[in-house]
């Protein structure tokens, strides 16, 4: 087995969303904001070559929506999930599976592209299947009011309709484990509906893809929650429960949203779990 984290693009979000409730005077500290109180963000992939089988986890947005929606993002950088594959020696039709951690656009829209004559849409992995879960799946096809916005029916419906969607089971506890692809899954309700956190066996560590549980270093800190999430309750006990087994277990941390930190782990101290370490993937493996 081998794992390539690749950034697919980076872009911006507003820090107040991206911290809800939490003061701009303690998350500015670690997530700096622009003039127009926006923070850098990236779109971070893991890419798991496993014999035969190539699994992508999360596309990023993709590049099919209309210069106005892009414009909300201020997109920056020249990364591309083309780019990224291609730089460490693959293209999308060597993709065998795409491992979907949730639907919200950010994380599915790469997905799906334009067909030739951009009538319609086609899968933009031919070759892939494509895994999520029927609890997440129902909730992206038929959106409550808060997540509307984030369940985009051009990134959806194609996956669909491709013949080429599977559902991973959802376990009764947190925990799916050794599922289909070969590595374990955590369960969270909190951002979203059954979001999927892989929890992959490398080398003697775990790597842990953290999806949006935990988006960037800065949301470490129990407290320090998305005004993005659904239940933000709920998550702040599946984030907490999460970070202590990784503190007791040594989990190495993957950021899918964290433009200059890429892998950490973590550690308990006096103030509740802590940032221990920062390290770049292809330096430690």
């Known amino acids: 087995m081998k794992l390539y984290p690749i950034n697919v693009g980076n872009f911006k979000l507003d820090g107040g969303a991206m911290f809800g409730v939490v003061p701009k005077s303690l998350w500015s500290k670690t997530n700096p904001a622009d003039e127009k109180n926006m923070i850098d963000i990236a779109s971070r992939c893991l890419l798991i070559e496993d014999g035969d089988r190539l699994i992508l ?11 106005r ?12 999930l083309d780019k990224a594959l291609n730089n460490v020696g693959f293209c999308k039709d060597d993709v065998t599976d795409i491992f979907l951690t949730h639907l919200h656009f950010d994380h599915c829209g790469g997905c799906v592209q334009w067909n030739k004559d951009r009538s319609g849409y086609e899968l933009a992995f031919k070759n ?7 609890n997440h799946w129902n909730l992206a096809v038929k959106p409550n009011k808060r997540e509307k916005a984030s369940f985009l029916t051009e990134n959806i419906l194609p996956i669909q309709d491709s013949g080429n969607l599977k559902f991973l089971p959802v376990p009764e506890d947190d925990i799916l484990k050794r599922s289909e692809l070969g ?23 775990t790597i842990c893809f953290m999806a949006d549980l935990l988006p960037t270093v800065g949301h470490i800190p129990i407290p320090f929650v998305m005004g993005y999430d659904t239940r933000p309750l709920l998550t702040l006990d599946e984030k907490e429960r999460f970070l202590k087994l990784a503190a007791d277990h040594n989990y190495y941390l993957l950021l899918e949203h964290d433009a200059h930190n890429e892998l950490i782990t973590v550690k308990h101290t006096e103030k509740g779990v802590r940032l221990n370490t920062i390290h770049d993937f292809n330096n430690l493996f």
């Open 57 to 67: 986890i999360d596309t990023g947005m993709g590049t099919k929506q209309s210069d």
């Open 69 to 80: 929606f892009f414009n909300y993002y201020f997109r920056w950088g020249d990364q591309s």
């Open 128 to 134: 892939a299947v494509v895994w999520s879960n029927e």
């Open 183 to 205: 590595f374990d899954v955590f369960y969270a309700n909190g951002h979203t509906e059954k979001q999927m956190i892989p929890m992959i066996s490398y080398k003697g560590k």
